[in-house]
């Protein structure tokens, strides 16, 4: 299983970014796929998950501002985060759930 992270950057408060994550060595379109964010000294968070048939579930501190979506047909999955705010900056993972796999993690830094 391979991970591609993607899309992270520097951005101010209230501004928007769209992760993207591209899996290979799986049958991506069985398989549901979640988001978690790490901060340095925290545990990695849970943020976003969306299930093979699409079903998506959120944290309570993304909900209303960030959307899981996945594209089958490029075997990716994507993370469109609106209204940023200074908390949301962590690195951020895909990761798909029956497999105990990492990817490298794509950076979000959010200024004040």
């Known amino acids: 299983v391979q991970l591609q992270a993607s899309g992270g950057g520097l951005v101010q408060a209230g501004a928007s970014l769209r992760l993207s994550c591209a899996a290979s060595?799986?049958?991506?379109?069985?398989?549901?796929m979640r988001w978690y964010r790490q901060t340095p000294g925290k545990q990695r968070e849970l943020v976003a998950t969306i299930t093979s048939g699409g079903s998506t579930n959120y944290a309570d501190s993304v909900k209303g501002r960030f959307t899981i979506s996945r594209d089958n047909a490029k075997n990716t999955v994507y993370l469109q985060m609106n209204s940023l705010k200074p908390e949301d900056a962590a690195v951020y993972y895909c990761?798909?759930?029956?497999?105990?796999?990492w990817g490298q993690g794509t950076q979000v830094t959010v200024s004040s």
């Open positions: 990761k798909v759930i029956r497999y105990n796999a």
């Open positions: 060595g799986i049958i991506f379109r069985i398989n549901d």
